[in-house]
């Protein structure tokens, strides 16, 4: 299987200053089709998932152009520019390259 | 709009079984590969189950962790899928989570709110 690895971020983080949060692979996640099956989901407290970023930088529909998705085959960063409350929660990779796996998770708190 | 509702939830004894059942509307069912992602109190999201359409054969597969234990399948005139889990272990206790793959994305675009399986004696 592939794992996936977060990274934490430095809790709290204020209003309106930037995040990012790193996940690795231990595979290269990019295929032959050129595209690099990563994907970002976000879950609030007591909510499903929802997913935020596929392609590992395409913002899935309605999502907010604060969040940005970038990086490599294996290294990856979500960056969620001015955090507001509503961004609270804990932020997922998963990898679809195979069989999916997810991250353990990084959660957002903000102050 | 698309809609994902899981039922059948429960407490259950180790050993025990139980059929989860995921109806679905919003959306043509048929094209359409389905999921199930647990994810244990307190714990990250595990991916578990995938049940393809009718033009990949139905084909089904799982994670290591629940073959040969859990079985997932689909009913396309109900536009629901199913997961029976049996022979239950108390690391199955999770909030059991449907899901749909799209294709488009290779990604969970849409999720379910969840059903709660408890293993305990």
């Known amino acids: 299987d592939i794992v996936m690895t977060q990274g934490a971020l430095p809790n709290p983080v204020p209003s309106g200053e930037s995040a990012s949060i790193t996940c690795q692979s231990s595979k290269s996640l990019l295929y032959s089709d050129g595209k690099t099956y990563l994907n970002w989901y976000l879950q609030r407290p007591g909510q499903s998932p929802q997913l935020l970023i596929y392609?590992?930088?395409t913002r899935a529909s309605g999502v907010s152009d604060r969040f940005s998705g970038s990086g490599s085959g294996t290294d990856f960063t979500l960056k969620i520019s001015r955090v507001e409350a509503e961004d609270v929660g804990v932020y997922y990779c998963?990898?679809?390259?195979?069989?999916?796996?997810f991250g353990s998770g990084t959660k957002l708190e903000i102050k | 709009e698309v809609q994902i509702l899981e039922t059948g939830g429960g407490l259950v004894k180790p050993g025990g079984s139980l059929r989860l059942s995921c109806a679905t509307s919003?959306?043509?069912?048929?094209?359409?590969?389905m999921h199930w992602v647990r994810q244990a109190p307190g714990n990250g999201l595990e991916w578990v189950a995938e049940?393809?359409?009718?033009?990949?054969?139905?084909?089904?597969y799982y994670a290591a962790s629940v073959k040969g234990r859990f079985t997932i399948s689909r009913d396309d005139s109900k536009s629901s899928v199913y997961l029976q889990v049996s022979s239950l272990r108390a690391e199955d206790t999770a909030i059991y989570y449907c899901?749909?793959?799209?294709?488009?994305?290779?990604?969970?675009?849409?999720w379910g709110q969840g059903v709660m399986v408890t293993v305990s004696s």
């Open positions: 899901t749909r793959l799209t294709i488009a994305a290779i990604s969970f675009d849409y």
């Open positions: 392609w590992m930088s």
């Open positions: 049940v393809r359409n009718k033009n990949n054969n139905y084909a089904t």
């Open positions: 919003g959306f043509n069912f048929n094209d359409y590969f």
């Open positions: 998963q990898q679809f390259l195979e069989f999916p796996t």
